[in-house]
């Protein structure tokens, strides 16, 4: 389906994530964080991917983002049926994301002893 042949329809939108840590990778300490105003807070609010998603491709259902950290996208799957079953939407984008810009959230899980020994 080509998303732009679907502008102004109700297509709804449905996407897991989880938190992200760009705002650490700002305050490294190298650039001034002032030159980053006005991102801060919804460049790094994962919540609002799928208000972006919809709004890019001019969609106009439901925009939901779900934060449950690795079930997010399962979880976001029956909202999605529902919705449709409901008719909130013709038709739905499901999604799961995940954005790791750095391996300090695996290495303080680790440290939790939160991963397996062996890999």
């Known amino acids: 389906v080509d998303p732009l042949s679907l502008r102004g329809e109700q297509v709804g939108v449905f996407a897991g994530t989880n938190g992200q840590d760009y705002v650490a990778l700002l305050d490294d300490g190298s650039e001034d964080v002032a030159d980053s105003a006005g991102h801060i807070g919804t460049g ?17 259902g439901p925009a939901v983002t779900v934060d449950t950290a690795c079930s997010s996208s399962l979880v976001a799957l029956p909202l999605a049926a529902q919705a449709l079953r409901s008719g909130e939407c013709s038709m739905a984008l499901v999604c799961g994301v995940t954005v790791m810009p750095n391996p300090d959230v695996f290495v303080e899980f680790s440290r939790q002893r939160g991963l397996a020994a062996d890999g």
Not at 44 to 59: D, E, H, K, M, T
């Open 44 to 60: 790094n609010a994962a919540i609002v991917l799928s208000g972006r998603v919809s709004y890019s491709f001019g969609l106009e």
